[in-house]
């Protein structure tokens, strides 16, 4: 992509909004769809495809683009993390894959090239993406065996996931801010405590579909807010790392 956000707070805000905003549109799209958890995924892949297609044709550089990729993604990731659960896969197992996942995308990913991140921007190429779904799958998977596994409920687990992802941001140092892994270990943090937060939300008197359109107008509306200010663009050359 063209457009790559800043790592920095306000890029995170609106990544963390995006987190809530996409765990209910997993769950949108599933229960009040009817599409299921299995049967949306084609229809959000030929999205987030055409969504790559007009970003390339586009001679502009626009992070429209980048956040809608993202939103796709966590929806797809959501009802993919779901799945385990139609399978009756414990928590422990599921919890393994997905990090697993995680990680051997991101070794393969270190394996040609990219150890860092590129002046606090992220690379935006096809492993990017493919990391983004599978932390999006295990940040599911994570909230749901916080909300459920272990009983907390969907509130308190939101809670303490958020301190977890309050811990990682105070950690960070000029260090940690260039560290690809760092950078993922947040994420997964992020996606896990959106699901519970999501969920919390959705299953509160509102019901899920007022939800989806909340937690989706707060994300718009936030990140339009801030795009002037995280929006970075860089050449392609810049961003092959």
């Not at 765990?23 to 030929?46: C, S």
């Given at each position: 992509m063209k457009c790559l956000p800043f790592s920095y707070k306000n890029y995170w805000v609106s990544?963390?909004?995006?987190?809530?905003f996409g765990?209910?549109?997993?769950?949108?799209?599933?229960?009040?769809?009817?599409?299921?958890?299995?049967?949306?995924?084609?229809?959000?892949?030929?999205c987030l495809g055409a969504t790559f297609v007009f970003e390339f044709v586009d001679d502009k550089a626009k992070i429209i683009y980048y956040w809608i990729a993202i939103i796709i993604i966590r929806s797809a990731a959501t009802n993919m993390g779901d799945i385990f659960h139609d399978f009756d896969i414990p928590f422990k197992i599921s919890t393994m894959l997905s990090l697993c996942a995680v990680i051997a995308s991101l070794f393969l990913w270190k394996m040609f090239g990219a150890n860092s991140l590129l002046k606090n921007?992220?690379?935006?190429n096809a492993f990017y993406f493919i990391t983004m779904f599978f932390a999006g799958v295990a940040g599911t998977v994570v909230g749901d065996a916080f909300s459920y596994g272990l009983e907390l409920g969907n509130l308190y687990a939101a809670l303490t996931l958020g301190f977890f992802?309050?811990?990682?941001?105070?950690?960070?140092?000029?260090?940690?801010?260039?560290?690809?892994?760092?950078?993922?270990?947040?994420?997964?943090?992020i996606r896990s405590a959106g699901t519970a937060a999501g969920d919390f939300i959705a299953n509160t008197?509102?019901?899920?579909?007022?939800?989806?359109?909340?937690t989706g107008a707060v994300f718009v509306l936030?990140?339009?807010f801030f795009r002037k200010k995280y929006l970075r663009v860089i050449s392609h050359v810049e961003a092959k790392i």
């Open positions: 990544l963390m909004l995006a987190s809530i765990a209910n549109a997993g769950d949108f799209i599933a229960d009040v769809l009817g599409l299921g958890h299995a049967n949306g995924l084609p229809i959000l892949f030929l921007t992220i690379p935006l992802v309050g811990l990682a941001f105070f950690l960070w140092n000029d260090k940690l801010k260039s560290n690809l892994s760092y950078y993922w270990i947040t994420v997964v943090l008197d509102i019901g899920l579909t007022l939800s989806t359109l909340i936030v990140t339009v």
